[in-house]
């Protein structure tokens, strides 16, 4: 899972900083917002939520499984994913995981497929 979402955040940084213009911002929270901006999402808000998701249950876990920031709950089609400050995670499972990545790939491909990052001739690995 760390992997994954690690890959994910590598390339959200990467295909940022070549489009021209932009910089990749070393934190995937605000280059995640700003590739959504970018990219001219509907519901940039949520979409930017719903990819935070399993990055906070990743920050969470290599705390010992507790969150550490501002309390939340987020609904996912339906699923729950609740992070209370100073509490172990509850949504850490391989079904929460899987099911916030599924609807994370959507954004993904959203992002990816979009005209301003299919314009992009080529992007660096590093």
């Known amino acids: 899972m760390t992997v994954v979402q690690f890959a994910l955040e590598n390339c959200i940084e990467r295909v940022l900083d070549a489009i021209p213009g932009e ?10 917002r700003r590739l959504i ?11 930017h939520t719903i ?6 249950i990743r920050n969470s876990l290599h705390a010992r499984g507790i969150h550490s920031h501002e309390s939340k709950t987020i609904e996912i089609d339906g699923a729950q ?4 400050r100073g509490k172990r995670v509850a949504c850490a499972s391989w079904s929460h995981l899987i099911h916030a990545f599924d609807h994370g790939l959507d954004i993904y491909g959203e992002m990816l497929c979009s005209p ?4 992009i001739p080529r992007i660096p690995a590093e």
């Open 23 to 32: 910089k990749a911002f070393g934190r995937f929270s605000t280059s995640s």
């Open 37 to 47: 901006e970018v990219t001219n999402l509907a519901e940039p808000d949520t979409k």
């Open 51 to 56: 990819l935070m998701v399993p990055a906070w």
């Open 81 to 84: 994913y609740v992070f209370e």
């Open 116 to 119: 301003k990052v299919k314009m």
